[in-house]
């Protein structure tokens, strides 16, 4: 079954066709660099970007595919939550496709979006060590039962916009165990680097400037919130690193700029306490979930080598494994992972793909 799906939900306009959940035929993304100066994304420039780039991304994912229209077996498009302008121009391609080509259309929850990217280019069977599953890839793993016995898994979703924790019991079966309070992981990587002048997006920044930093040198909080909780906060591990900033420039009567250690060292801290805050959370979740299998780590943030590392390495002594997605540009937003969910979702449900019209919603629950 090939899925040709659309992500729209912030600021990259992406399409891709996905079949049976696994196999990328092609995926690609046009981002906005517009928003660079802005330091952070302005919904009215993202909505009309989206539109003046969707119907090329289409054409340049067909082309690089090699496959025509008429292949293509149904459509998805996340319909939320993101930005409502943002959304909104995914869901009304798709929809006019849907209607025009008479195909049906799925729609998709963007983080249910992230979480079905662990399976891109992966064979679900290779996940669990001690598994028998002789499922094939060239044929399309009708029943979800033959990937059953890798679940449940803790999932760990990290970007811009979230910071979530879940048990999935199986493919398409979600549980949310907490998430954050405030600001998302990636948003507080994202302001670090605004507070230090180093420009947007500032996880990827911030995490080469870490490698060259001294980990021990600042303090930041690590907010546990009550014994049993899963929740997070960044807000006040932003607000530490900002009193650590003004600090800094207090120092200097002409104060003509931050020294390449001070940020280094800024960066190192900063990136050390967001290990240490998830790894306890880790800890914690699987000792209230002691069945999990594994841990999957997915979204923007878990591009980042340093905290793959040491997830890693903590989850193992757990008896555990860490599982990321294949490449990096499955951690970012895409829409392979949408094409990768819209079938999982078809697979338990047939009746979801309808030729329609599909909404967006800004708010959408998962
Ligand atoms: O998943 P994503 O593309 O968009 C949302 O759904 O929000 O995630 C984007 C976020 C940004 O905050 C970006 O700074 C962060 O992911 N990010 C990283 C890295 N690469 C992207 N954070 C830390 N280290 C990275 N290498
Ligand atoms: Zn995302």
Same mark, same amino acid.
């Given at each position: 079954?090939?899925?040709?799906?659309?992500?729209?939900?912030?600021?990259?306009?992406?399409?891709?066709?996905?079949?049976?959940?696994?196999?990328?035929?092609?995926?690609?993304?046009?981002?906005?660099?517009?928003?660079?100066?802005?330091?952070?994304?302005?919904?009215?420039?993202?909505?009309?970007?989206?539109?003046?780039?969707?119907?090329?991304?289409?054409?340049?994912?067909?082309?690089?595919?090699?496959?025509?229209? &008429?292949?293509?077996?149904?459509? *998805?498009?996340?319909?939320?939550?993101?930005?409502?302008?943002?959304?909104?121009?995914?869901?009304?391609?798709?929809?006019?496709?849907?209607?025009?080509?008479?195909?049906?259309?799925?729609?998709?929850?963007?983080?249910?979006?992230?979480?079905?990217?662990?399976?891109?280019?992966?064979?679900?069977?290779?996940?669990?060590?001690?598994?028998?599953?002789?499922?094939?890839?060239? &044929?399309?793993?009708?029943?979800?039962?033959?990937?059953?016995?890798? =679940?449940?898994?803790?999932?760990?979703?990290?970007?811009?916009?979230?910071?979530? =924790?879940?048990?999935?019991?199986?493919?398409?079966?979600?549980?949310?165990?907490?998430?954050?309070?405030?600001?998302?992981?990636?948003?507080? =990587?994202? &302001?670090?680097?605004?507070?230090?002048?180093?420009?947007?997006?500032?996880?990827?920044?911030?995490?080469?400037?870490?490698?060259?930093?001294?980990?021990?040198?600042?303090?930041?909080?690590?907010?546990?919130?009550?014994?049993?909780?899963?929740?997070?906060? =960044?807000?006040?591990?932003?607000?530490?690193?900002?009193?650590?900033?003004?600090?800094?420039?207090?120092?200097?009567?002409?104060?003509?700029?931050?020294?390449?250690?001070?940020?280094?060292?800024?960066?190192?801290?900063?990136?050390?306490?967001? *290990?240490?805050?998830?790894?306890?959370?880790?800890?914690?979740?699987?000792?209230?979930?002691?069945?999990?299998?594994?841990?999957?780590?997915?979204?923007?943030?878990?591009?980042?080598?340093?905290?793959?590392?040491?997830?890693?390495?903590?989850?193992?002594?757990?008896?555990?494994?860490?599982?990321?997605?294949? &490449?990096?540009?499955?951690?970012?937003?895409?829409?392979?992972?949408?094409?990768?969910?819209?079938?999982?979702?078809?697979?338990?449900?047939?009746?979801?793909?309808?030729?329609?019209?599909?909404?967006?919603?800004?708010?959408?629950?998962?």
């Amino acid at each position: 079954m090939k899925i040709l799906a659309f992500e729209t939900s912030c600021d990259d306009t992406a399409v891709a066709i996905v079949e049976n959940g696994t196999k990328v035929l092609a995926s690609v993304r046009v981002s906005q660099l517009e928003h660079d100066k802005y330091g952070g994304v302005v919904p009215e420039i993202a909505a009309r970007l989206h539109s003046e780039n969707w119907r090329g991304t289409l054409e340049e994912c067909l082309n690089l595919a090699g496959i025509s229209e &008429k292949e293509i077996d149904a459509l *998805a498009v996340t319909n939320g939550p993101g930005l409502q302008t943002s959304l909104f121009t995914g869901t009304t391609a798709a929809s006019f496709l849907s209607l025009l080509c008479q195909k049906p259309l799925i729609p998709v929850h963007h983080i249910f979006g992230h979480m079905s990217s662990i399976w891109l280019d992966q064979n679900p069977a290779k996940f669990s060590r001690n598994l028998s599953s002789n499922l094939n890839l060239n &044929k399309s793993p009708s029943k979800l039962e033959l990937i059953s016995e890798k =679940f449940p898994v803790l999932v760990l979703t990290v970007s811009g916009g979230h910071t979530e =924790f879940f048990l999935q019991k199986n493919m398409t079966d979600v549980v949310r165990l907490g998430g954050t309070l405030d600001d998302a992981a990636g948003e507080a =990587f994202d &302001k670090v680097a605004k507070m230090l002048g180093l420009g947007y997006p500032g996880g990827p920044i911030v995490g080469n400037r870490a490698e060259d930093g001294d980990r021990e040198k600042y303090k930041f909080p690590q907010p546990m919130l009550g014994k049993e909780s899963l929740d997070f906060s =960044f807000s006040g591990v932003k607000s530490a690193v900002y009193r650590e900033i003004e600090a800094e420039k207090k120092k200097y009567e002409n104060f003509a700029g931050f020294s390449q250690n001070f940020i280094n060292d800024v960066c190192a801290s900063f990136e050390k306490t967001v *290990a240490e805050i998830f790894i306890k959370k880790i800890k914690r979740a699987i000792a209230q979930n002691p069945e999990v299998k594994a841990v999957h780590f997915v979204g923007g943030v878990s591009a980042n080598e340093y905290l793959r590392k040491n997830l890693a390495k903590f989850i193992e002594s757990q008896g555990r494994e860490l599982q990321i997605p294949a &490449k990096f540009e499955y951690c970012t937003d895409n829409a392979a992972m949408i094409g990768s969910a819209a079938f999982w979702l078809y697979q338990k449900n047939s009746e979801i793909a309808k030729i329609q019209y599909v909404d967006a919603n800004s708010r959408l629950k998962i």
